[in-house]
Structure formats: structure tokens, C-alpha cells
């Protein structure tokens, strides 16, 4: 069984608006992180938010937000008023247990296209 | 702001050549990554190390893979004979304690084997 699960493989957004990028995962362990990531066409991998299992509140950064809900177990991405440069690849990804170096586990990503 | 930085950021080589990939964690970082990602496809994880020594290692990781932090610096990541599946994205990452215990990654080798 997948542990992530990005269902969109691509999205369209117009410029300014805000944009909902899905993310599901899988797990049994009760500690666990869910991170996003962005990758542009240049290829790196840019962290953008870290939402914790225990955490009580949606994390927020700047224009991005997680839409965390437990029960479903989805941690979507939202990013409001869309830019030009938020045309890339966007990642979910997970880290099982409370702490050390544990691998993260990605998802497939979503390709997401900013329109003018 | 500190970032992981990879060397070279692009590299070519015939089968069978060994390649060495080059990464500077975050300077205060404890835990160090490999993964890689090819064309198209999810980010894969390869290798975590921790106190000079491997913490886990994935399916991918076999014999020909090999880690190292020769200095207190760098961290490295051997592949000794060359395939053509080896052919990807690899992204070195370092982590810190601390709550989210969030991967930085660098901005990635890129390695063709022809």
C-alpha cells in the first residue's frame, strides 16, 4: 500500500488565486511528520511546511498552509494568492516515529502550472 | 541561511566507472541522507548516517552503494560499478534535532550512465 498518495498528478491555477494540492497518507505509527516540498525546474528540492501528528493547529507559512486533518489522514497544501514562480513539482512527503532519522517516504507529486 | 551544498551538479560516466558524489551538510546538522529520484519519478530513499555509521538503508542501497564523512565536513556517496538505472537525480539532506527534525535538501547531483 502506497504511504503517500498525491492524487493530482497535474493542476492549473490562475495567477492570484488560491490552489488546493492533495495530499493522503498511510500510517500506523501514532508520532509522525508530514512535510512539503516544492521542486522546480531547475530540479532542487525547496522545503515549504512541517505539519507534526500532535500539533493542535494547521501550520501556516506565509502563503502556504496545511489543511491537516487527522481522522481523514490528509495533510493538504494550500497556497493562496498563486504566483508565476509557483509553477513546479510539489511534494507530500512523511516521517514515521517521534524522532531521530528516519527516512521520509514522498509521493508521487503534483505538477502544478501558475496561468496569467 | 546555511544550505547543503552538492558537488558536481552534473555528471557523466560510462558503465561500470565508479563516481563519488559530494555533499556539505548544514554545518550543525547530525543526520545525514541520500536519495534519489529518477526522471519522472518519487524521491527514493537510499541511506540515513548518524555518529559515523549507517542508520538505515533502504532495499536500493546494495553493495555497490557505499557512504563515508572522510572529514567533518563533507559526506559522500560511492557507487562503485555503474549501471544505467543508476541514472538519476541524487539528493544528499541533513537534518537537526529539534521538533519538526525537518531534511534540507541540496540541490542535487545529476548523474548520467551511459
Known amino acids: 500500500a502506497q504511504k503517500i498518495t498525491q492524487t493530482q498528478p497535474g493542476m492549473f491555477v490562475q495567477e492570484k488565486e488560491a490552489v488546493t494540492l492533495d495530499c493522503t497518507y498511510d500510517t500506523s505509527d501514532p508520532s509522525y511528520g508530514l512535510f512539503w516540498y516544492k521542486q522546480p525546474s531547475s530540479g532542487e528540492m525547496i522545503f515549504l511546511i512541517y505539519q507534526g501528528s500532535y500539533d493542535q493547529q494547521n501550520a501556516t507559512e506565509g502563503r502556504y498552509s496545511l489543511n491537516f486533518q487527522k481522522a481523514r489522514k490528509s495533510a493538504n497544501l494550500v497556497i493562496s494568492a498563486s504566483q508565476l514562480g509557483d509553477s513546479a513539482m510539489y511534494f507530500c512527503a512523511m516521517r514515521e516515529g517521534g524522532s531521530g532519522n528516519t527516512p521520509l517516504v514522498f509521493g508521487k507529486g503534483t505538477r502544478l502550472s501558475v496561468i496569467a | 541561511e546555511p544550505e547543503v551544498t552538492q558537488t558536481p551538479s552534473h555528471q557523466v560516466t560510462q558503465m561500470g566507472q565508479e563516481v563519488i558524489l559530494r555533499c556539505v551538510p548544514i554545518?550543525?546538522?547530525?543526520?545525514f541522507y541520500w536519495y534519489r529520484q529518477i526522471l519522472g519519478q518519487k524521491v527514493e530513499f537510499l541511506v540515513s548516517?548518524?555518529?559515523?555509521?549507517?542508520?538505515?538503508k533502504s532495499e536500493i542501497f546494495d553493495d555497490q552503494f557505499s557512504v563515508e564523512r572522510p572529514d567533518g565536513s563533507n559526506f559522500t556517496l560511492k557507487i562503485r560499478s555503474t549501471k544505467l538505472e543508476d541514472s538519476a537525480m541524487y539528493f544528499c539532506?541533513?537534518?537537526?534535532?529539534?521538533?519538526?527534525?525537518?531534511?534540507?535538501f541540496g540541490p542535487g547531483t545529476r548523474l548520467l550512465v551511459l
Open positions: 554545518s550543525n546538522h547530525l543526520y
Open positions: 548516517f548518524y555518529n559515523n555509521e549507517i542508520s538505515e
Open positions: 539532506a541533513s537534518s537537526d534535532l529539534g521538533r519538526d527534525e525537518t531534511q534540507y
